[in-house]
C-alpha cells in the first residue's frame, strides 16, 4: 500500500495495488477505484485535510497519539 498526498489539489491517494483501473466509483468527496474483479486499486480522497480534521476528531484518544503525536 502507497499513500500519497497531493498539497496542491488537497488530495490523499491510497494505492492498493498496480492492477490497472476498470472502473471507478464517486461516493461524496472520494474516488474508489477497482480492477476488473471489483477489488479496490485506489481510494482518492477530495478536500483530503478538511476530511481528515474530521475524521480524527472521532478517533479514539490512544490512536490520535500513535500517529497524530506532534
Excluded at 496542491?8 to 471507478?24: A, G, M, R, Y
Excluded at 480524527?56 to 500513535?66: F, G, I, R
Amino acid at each position: 500500500m502507497k499513500i500519497k498526498y497531493y498539497k496542491e489539489d488537497d488530495i490523499l491517494v491510497v494505492k492498493f495495488s498496480n492492477k490497472p483501473v476498470d472502473d471507478s466509483f464517486e461516493v461524496e468527496n472520494a474516488i474508489l477505484e477497482v480492477d476488473k474483479n471489483k477489488a479496490p486499486v485506489a481510494l482518492e480522497i477530495i478536500h483530503a485535510s478538511k476530511f481528515l480534521d474530521q475524521t480524527s476528531k472521532n478517533l479514539p484518544k490512544d490512536v490520535k497519539q500513535k500517529f497524530f503525536a506532534v
